[in-house]
Every structure is written in C-alpha cells, then in structure tokens.
C-alpha cells in the first residue's frame, strides 16, 4: 500500500511536471501566436484556444447552415484579441479569469449565446507546481530523517539495528545506509 502511493505520488509529480512545462511553453508562444482548436458541429461550436496569457474555451452557436462538420485546428497572430478587452455588462473578470457571454440575434431565429471562459497561465503554473513542490519537500524531508540515522517510515532510531527497522519492518535500502 505504501509502494503503491508512493509509485502514484511519484506519477502524479511526473505528469504535473510535464504540464508545467507545456504551460510554460504555451506561455511563451502565446507572446506572439494563437492556437486554436475548434470542433463544428451541426447547432454549436466549441473552440479552445491559446492566446497570450490565457488557455480560452468558447461554445458558440453554430452559424453557418451545412457547413463542414468535424475538428480543426489554426494559428494565427494572437495581438488583436484579449480576454482583458472583454467588457460587456455580463463579463465577469476575477483575478485574471474572465467570463463573458455574448448574443447573436439571427433573423428569422431565436437569439443564441456564445459562452466564453479564460483562464490565466498563472493558475495553471501554480496548479500544476503543487504536486512537483509536494514531492521535492518529501524527498527533502526523507532525506533529513535518513542523514538522522531514522527510519524513513515511522522515524523509529536505527542507529542499533541498520538493516531494518524493528519498530516497523522496514528494510533500510542501501542507498539509505550510504547518506
Ligand atoms: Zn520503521
């Protein structure tokens, strides 16, 4: 059970990683470019894109009749748009998130709503530093319980019995005997 969330805390650290450094990347080529993947469908559009600081998501109605149907994905240069520029009377801006949502009166057909949700690079920085900060504390704190001749499991004294731990049963790993 300890292995196994251990091996789960170790995953988690890894992927959160990884996510960090994609939304550092994001971040940067979000200076001067915006992505955007967008599915069509018959009555709505989804689009997510990646503009300057912000990962946006948008579903919006679809107003093109029998158009095409399916994923598609483009890039352009991002200076025009800007979450912050959105000021309509149901924009919601906190923190750098922004909410806004727009209408679209057709003729001939009853009016339909765009919803738009921004979210900051900031917080997907600091989202997905939590678990990599977590995991290098542990690792720091082991490693103080390991120099203090402790085990690393309960902090029962090792020092009279090196090999494994009496209190727990843990065995002491080599490398733990060697630091
Ligand atoms: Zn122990």
């Given amino acids: 059970m300890k292995r196994l969330r251990r091996w789960l805390f170790n995953l988690a650290a890894g992927v959160s990683l990884v996510a960090l450094v994609g939304a550092i990347l994001l971040r940067g080529r979000g200076h001067h470019y915006m992505d955007q993947l967008v599915y069509r469908g018959k009555a709505r559009v989804l689009s997510i894109a990646a503009l300057d600081a912000w990962i946006g998501?948008?579903?919006?109605?679809?107003?093109?009749?029998?158009?095409?149907?399916?994923?598609?994905?483009?890039?352009?240069?991002?200076?025009?748009?800007?979450?912050?520029?959105?000021t309509s009377a149901d924009a919601l801006h906190v923190?750098?998130?922004?909410?806004?949502?727009?209408?679209?009166?057709?003729?001939?057909?009853?009016?339909?709503?765009?919803?738009?949700?921004?979210?900051?690079?900031?917080?997907?920085?600091?989202g997905s530093a939590?678990?990599?900060?977590?995991?290098?504390?542990a690792r720091w704190r082991e490693r103080r319980v390991r120099v203090a001749g402790c085990c690393v499991v309960c902090g029962y004294d090792?020092?009279?019995?090196?090999?494994?731990?009496?209190?727990?049963?843990t065995a002491a790993k080599a490398e733990m005997t060697q630091s």
């Fill in 95 to 126: 923190l750098g998130f922004v909410y806004d949502r727009r209408r679209f009166v057709l003729q001939g057909d009853r009016d339909r709503q765009e919803f738009l949700v921004f979210v900051p690079h900031w917080s997907l920085f600091a």
């Fill in 57 to 86: 998501v948008a579903l919006s109605p679809q107003l093109i009749r029998n158009g095409n149907v399916g994923w598609q994905y483009s890039t352009s240069a991002s200076r025009d748009l800007k979450p912050s520029d959105l």
């Fill in 130 to 137: 939590i678990v990599p900060a977590c995991w290098v504390l």
């Fill in 158 to 169: 090792l020092r009279a019995s090196p090999d494994r731990c009496p209190e727990c049963g």
